[in-house]
């Protein structure tokens, strides 16, 4: 366990350290210091209950890519995921829902954390949107494919991947869930919501088809889903799986910095997991483990969904994500003894 997470636990002990003198610096008092230490610690464990089930993915997708590219995802993946999501990515909300330039951004989140806090709130329904139209593309997708082999809720996923045959059955499905949300918000939000949805429905599209070009063009050299359109759709996972964390920090703290130190710690030790989870093939002798992770995601992106027309705690879309992979284990666990023991 300690050769997969030293590198975090080192980097934990430097993110606490940060979060310390953060907080000394503001408030110029042991107590402010605590504060900052505690709220970055928090930060830290509410990345990795909401994202267990994107290391579970992700290492679904990364046994099957070159280990070239396993490696830039794991480097280069591991900076876009902490600099780029954590810190550029709330920055680029202010940026364009305020009309402000990136520095003067980043001045308003150094100086005025609480106006901040609002512009990147109301860009909230969009952010929803769009995250929850991606992440239930990506778990319909993983149901109802025709090449699926394995079903754990046995009744449900096999009529699933029964309609494997219908095409275009996942895209009206979140379609149809679009416009039942956009009936049910409130007035003047219903357009921001439908845009910001199909935004996401056609980035995860876009990716898919991105992807089996450059995997296509790239076959002779690697095998298929190996390259850099793999690399493409785990990046715009990441970022989806980011969206509901990045702004329930907001929750918790206003302060940019503190943010990204917090949730850069949570990043790390989704890392090391998805490490460990390839490299020892966890997913290989857990036989259901997968599959609670992309009920987790179908449930998410409900729940993104919801969030636009009520707050749902962060610890609910935790211990709901926690409890289906807890289950998928548990049966793994089972099937695997009742495998054994014939």
Known sequence: MYHYFRWAFALTAVGLALAFWLGWGYSHSAAGAFSFLLIAAVLAVLEVSLSF????????????????????????????????????????IVVIAAGIGPFEALDLAATRPAEYARIVGSAHVSIAAFGGAFLMMVALTYFIDEGKEIDWIAALERRLRACASIRGLEIGFVLAVVLLFVWLLPPRTEGNFLFAAVAGLLTFLAVEVLGQVL????????????????????????????FDGVIGAFALTQN?????????????????????????????????????????????????????????????????????????????LRFRRHHEAT
Do not use: C
């Not at 490696?71 to 591991?78: A, K, S």
């Not at 889903?225 to 715009?236: D, K, M, N, Q, S």
């Not at 483990?289 to 998410?300: P, Y």
């Open 53 to 92: 089930d994107n290391a579970i993915v992700n290492a679904n997708r990364l046994k099957d890519m070159s280990p070239v590219w396993q490696h830039r995802f794991l480097t280069w993946g591991i900076v876009i995921a902490v600099f780029g999501m954590r810190i550029l990515f709330p920055l680029l």
């Open 256 to 332: 940019l910095f503190l943010i990204a130190i917090g949730l850069g710690i949570g990043a790390l030790y989704v890392r090391s997991m998805t490490i460990m989870l390839v490299e020892k093939n966890t997913l290989a002798e857990f036989r259901y483990l997968e599959h609670g992770a992309f009920w987790s995601i179908l449930i998410l992106s409900l729940i993104m969904f919801l969030q636009t027309m009520m707050h749902v705690p962060e610890v609910v879309t935790g211990l709901l994500g926690a409890v289906l992979i807890g289950l998928a284990f548990f049966s793994s």
């Open 215 to 242: 995997d296509r063009a790239s076959l002779a050299a690697e095998t298929a889903r190996a390259g850099l359109g793999a690399f493409l759709y785990l990046e715009v996972l990441d970022a989806s799986f980011s």
